[in-house]
């Protein structure tokens, strides 16, 4: 078998579809993005095909991930990782359906028989998030995520760290005792407003306290952990071992979070996994992102023995809502009391419509995050 060609797809509001294609007429799935660069990986997942996949075997996987990330001068980061990330997810859907097999299957089989999955929290207002995570709560999750904060100045005011203060407790108060509430600074504070705030939200004893400061600030990580009770998560800004290694080092994290289709694909998913477990340190993989990304995560979370959580964009429990409306012919995501079962059909374990896929990409997609500014003018972090 080889592969033999490829298209690249656009999809609406922000996702990239990748279909690999083999000289055995099987078609492999991968979801190569970074939110708001959706052409420039695609750019350089076409790169990458052009002048070293096509041809090549599709089943030495772990020797195309060396080729594509040692092969070059120039390594790692969001776009190249994301580009190898795609590709590498429709590597392995090609492989498991060749054998009939789940992906994984071939990774080593189950460790567990569902995986549990969070929703983020949107609305701005305090009482529109509670409103929100009421709703959800409703449906059956039991873990959510909600943001801290919007733009914050270096030192903040006493009135301001009152308002998310209230935001926060106002969601805990909404649902009852059994969800579990991550907390997400962004990295959208300073170190000096880290140690204030997450002493603040302690007392709502959170899931996690996410990205209390930017990834390129984790020297600070330890000062803030050793303040808090919470179990701190970092890792949505992070693309391989090698970006982890110095994160892992500090011994001021408890739940990594890396996304399938930023950091390297599912080969790499799994190795991030097994390198956070010998840190004693979980796993609660991001995916804001489409249904082949989620796909590809879960196969990836039921493998892992150190998972805590699995991020997911879509209201799972909703068939008019869910990432298998319209895209896929059929809905393989069964959400249940806030679980989603695995993925046990060939491949990736998703049937990807690609009729649907081609006229949705001929809409126009120019996804891309507000810049924000503080009321002096200056840019803030988002």
């Not at 071939?106 to 995570?133: C, M, Q, T």
């Not at 009135?159 to 649902?175: G, K, M, Y």
Request: proline fraction near 5%; include cysteine.
């Amino acid at each position: 078998m080889q592969i033999t060609g490829y298209e690249l797809f656009e999809i609406p509001p922000r996702w990239v579809f990748l279909k690999l294609e083999t000289s055995t007429g099987l078609l492999g799935w991968g979801e190569p993005v970074i939110e708001g660069r959706a052409k420039t990986v695609r750019a350089a997942v076409e790169e990458m095909l052009d002048q070293y996949l096509i041809g090549k075997d599709p089943f030495r996987i772990e020797d195309h991930w060396q080729a594509l990330y040692r092969g070059g001068f120039y390594r790692g980061g969001p776009i190249l990782m994301s580009a190898i990330a795609g590709i590498n997810q429709a590597l392995w859907d090609i492989k498991g359906k060749h054998f009939g097999a789940p992906v994984y299957e071939l990774l080593g089989g189950k460790s567990r028989d569902k995986v549990r999955v969070y929703k983020w929290i949107g609305g701005n207002r305090p009482e529109d998030v509670a409103a929100e995570a009421t709703r959800l709560a409703e449906a059956g999750y039991t873990a959510l995520k909600m943001d801290a904060t919007n733009q914050t100045r270096f030192i903040e005011t006493r009135a301001s760290l009152d308002e998310i203060t209230e935001r926060i407790q106002h969601v805990r108060t909404a649902v009852d005792d059994g969800v579990d509430i991550g907390i997400d600074f962004r990295g959208r504070v300073s170190k000096s407003m880290a140690k204030t705030l997450t002493n603040r939200v302690e007392s709502v004893e959170p899931m996690f306290i996410e990205e209390p400061v930017l990834p390129e600030n984790i020297e600070h990580l330890p000062n803030i952990a050793a303040q808090t009770h919470a179990p701190i998560a970092a890792g949505e800004r992070l693309y391989s071992r090698w970006d982890y290694k110095d994160l892992l080092k500090t011994g001021a994290i408890d739940v990594i979070q890396p996304d399938v289709s930023h950091a390297g694909g599912i080969s790499e998913m799994v190795k991030l996994a097994n390198m956070a477990e010998s840190h004693d340190v979980a796993i609660a993989p991001n995916c804001p992102l489409g249904p082949i990304a989620l796909a590809a995560s879960i196969q990836v979370d039921t493998v892992v023995p150190n998972l805590l959580v699995q991020d997911q964009g879509f209201d799972v429990h909703s068939e008019t809502t869910s990432p298998a409306h319209d895209l896929l012919n059929s809905n393989p995501f069964a959400f249940d009391d806030g679980y989603l079962k695995t993925l046990d059909g060939p491949g990736l374990g998703i049937d990807v419509a690609l009729d649907v896929v081609r006229e949705k990409a001929e809409a126009d997609l120019d996804w891309h995050n507000p810049i924000w500014r503080h009321e002096d003018g200056s840019v803030a972090d988002w």
